[in-house]
Structure formats: C-alpha cells, structure tokens
C-alpha cells in the first residue's frame, strides 16, 4: 500500500531528472577532501582567490556533488532503474489487490445480510407468546432436573459414607469370626481346605487370563491375515477384552464405518480364523494350543459372494479351502458360477434345489 502513495513522487522524479543531462559532470580521481582543502585556503590551484560569497567559491564548492565513491550520473541511472521497475509492478500489483480485497469485502457484505436476516427471523419467532411460554416450560424443567441431580448427589454421599461404616463393621466382624474359628479343630481344618481352594482359584484364573490374552492376540493376527487377503492394504482390525471387533484405516484416527462388502468380510475373517486356528491346534503340544483345538466340523454358509465384486469373490474363493476341510457353500446362480470358475476342481460335489411349489422343493 505504501508503493502505492510513493507512486506520485516517483512520477515527478523521473520527470525533473529527464529534463537535466548529468552526463559529463563527473570529476575522476577528485576527493573531497581536495575540495575542502582549496575551500579552507582561499585559493584555487589556478591562483584564483576564493573568497566566501563570490562566483568562484561557488562554483569550486558545488564540484563536492560530483565526486566519487559513485558518480552523479551513476547514482542516477540507478535510481531511474529502480523507479521505473517499481512503477511497472505498481500498476498490476496494487490493482490486483484492491481488486480482491474489494471481492472478500463484498461477500463479507453478503454473509452479514444473511446473518441478519436469520438473525431477524429469529428474533421473531422468539417474541411470539408462544415462545416465552416454552422458554419457560424448559426453565422450570432445567429447575426441577438440577434439584434432582442435587437430591440425588446428596444422597449418595449419603449411602457412600453408610457403605464405608458397614464395611468397617463387616471388616472387624470377620476377623472376628476368623479368631473365633481357630478355637475349634474342625473349624480350623474347613478355614484351611478354603485358603487352599482360594489359591487355586487364583492361581487358574491368572493362567486362564494369560492364556485367554495370548489366543485373543493369535486370533487377531490371524483374522487380519485372513482380512487382507480379501481388502488389500489400508484397513486392520483390532479385538478387545469383550472380543469387540473394531475396524481402523492406517492413516485415520478412530474407528471406521465399514460398508455392508467390508462387514461380511469381516464376519468371514473372524468365522475362518477360528477354523483355521482349531484345525492347526488340533495336534498341537503347547497347552495354550490345546484350548483352542476342536474337530473337524465344516464351514456352513449362505451366500457369501452376493455383497463381493468379481476380483474379492476370486480371493475369498482362494481363501475358502485352505481355512476348512470342508466347506458347504448355499449359493445362488450367478455367484455359482463365478465360485466353479475360481474353485475349479476343489469343489468335490455339487447339489441343486428346485423349487416345484410353496410346499414342495426337490434336491437333485
């Protein structure tokens, strides 16, 4: 904004220097201590006297603007340079920016009367009657809440502080009831028998969980190897505690959404993945192994092509006889044929149902 003020003066600076000719003015090899010197003695090299006020003191006095380290002329070529290319750019520059300065401020204009108009609006819809009354139907409800919420609270800093007194009381009461058992033999022996059977729980329990956490982490593995064969890349799936599957994108934060194709195939991961994990723990030695390992029972499924494209159909074809021994596949035509043509000779029999009737249908 500033080179834009600066315009006019540089205008007018041009004009007054291409008037003069500073070609010629300069002094080589003169300093100005030269000139000084011939000022302070009165005399010029040539003999003519100096004196302040007289034609000759001037003339030698101005010669000072023409000296080195940079030439009159020189000073000046530079400077017409420089105000000619910041005049060029001005021209473009301070138009295309008042330009576009003027176009944020026009729909800034438009935004603001559209604000207030649903601003307006608003403000007459809440000064109808009706209005205030629901305002404060809602007010005496946010009223009646907070009261609850404040009896509420009390009343369980209430039964907390009960809680922690009979807890107090049902301590002392069982240590209590523990030196009184040790007085009698028979009782003693039942306080042993149930320390002993309290250990064991434990002791089960730790390597139930162990044991537990380790499959889950196997399963997980297994069911993304099992995943990915279906959708290349990008997605993973995790299983918590409660073996909630959850899906996560690699370059997302949060779980995702999944499409009806992307569910099935997860059903299908998990499904197989335990399949497959029992049929290689089956003759296992490792005794984690051993907890997952059942028989061979086959994988029963119902149309499960119908939500997969032609290329995902081939993958879980590909994947489907290498997760059980046995697979019975209910499927309709079209995704029949495509499953023949992608199993090929690992489909060992074949059946059809034929629908006569309502109450009738033949299996051949």
Not at 37 to 50: E, M, N, P, R, W
Not at 172 to 196: F, G, H, V
Request: aromatic fraction near 6%.
């Amino acid at each position: 904004m500033n080179a834009f003020f600066s315009a006019l003066l540089i205008k007018r600076a041009l004009e007054m220097l291409s008037a003069k000719d500073f070609t010629g003015k300069d002094i080589p090899h003169m300093h100005g201590d030269t000139i000084e010197y011939l000022l302070k003695q009165g005399v010029c090299i040539c003999g003519t006297h100096l004196d302040p006020g007289t034609i000759p003191y001037q003339k030698v006095k101005e010669l000072i603007e023409f000296l080195p380290p940079q030439t009159l002329s020189a000073a000046i070529g530079d400077f017409k340079k420089e105000a000619k290319s910041r005049a060029n750019q001005l021209g473009t520059s301070m138009f295309e920016e008042i330009k576009g300065r003027l176009a944020v401020i026009g729909q800034q204009d438009d935004d603001i009367d559209d604000l207030t108009n649903d601003l307006h609006a608003i403000e007459g819809h809440l000064s109808g009657g009706d209005v205030r009354d629901k305002v404060r139907v809602i007010n005496d409800e946010i009223k009646t809440c907070d009261d609850i919420i404040r009896k509420c609270n009390a009343e369980r800093d209430k039964l907390l502080g009960e809680r922690g007194a009979l807890e107090g009381q049902m301590s002392r009461a069982e240590s209590d009831r523990m030196a009184l058992t040790l007085l009698d033999s028979k009782n003693k022996q039942i306080e042993i028998c149930k320390a002993y059977a309290t250990r064991i729980y434990h002791e089960l329990l730790d390597t139930y969980n162990t044991s537990e956490k380790e499959i889950r982490h196997k399963l997980q593995d297994t069911i993304n190897e099992i995943f990915k064969q279906i959708y290349e890349g990008g997605l993973s799936l995790t299983i918590d505690d409660k073996y909630h599957i959850s899906v996560y994108a690699t370059d997302y934060e949060g779980d995702v959404e999944t499409s009806t194709a992307q569910s099935i195939s997860v059903i299908f991961a998990f499904i197989t993945a335990i399949i497959k994990m029992a049929r290689e723990n089956r003759n296992a030695t490792d005794e984690n192994a051993k907890l997952l390992s059942s028989e061979p029972y086959p994988l029963v499924m119902d149309a499960p092509l119908s939500a997969f494209d032609k290329r995902r159909i081939k993958t879980v074809c590909t994947a489907l006889p290498e997760t059980a021994e046995q697979v019975i596949i209910f499927i309709k035509d079209t995704d029949g044929e495509l499953a023949e043509e992608y199993m090929g000779d690992r489909i060992g029999s074949r059946h059809r149902f034929e629908k006569k009737n309502e109450f009738e249908t033949v299996l051949s």
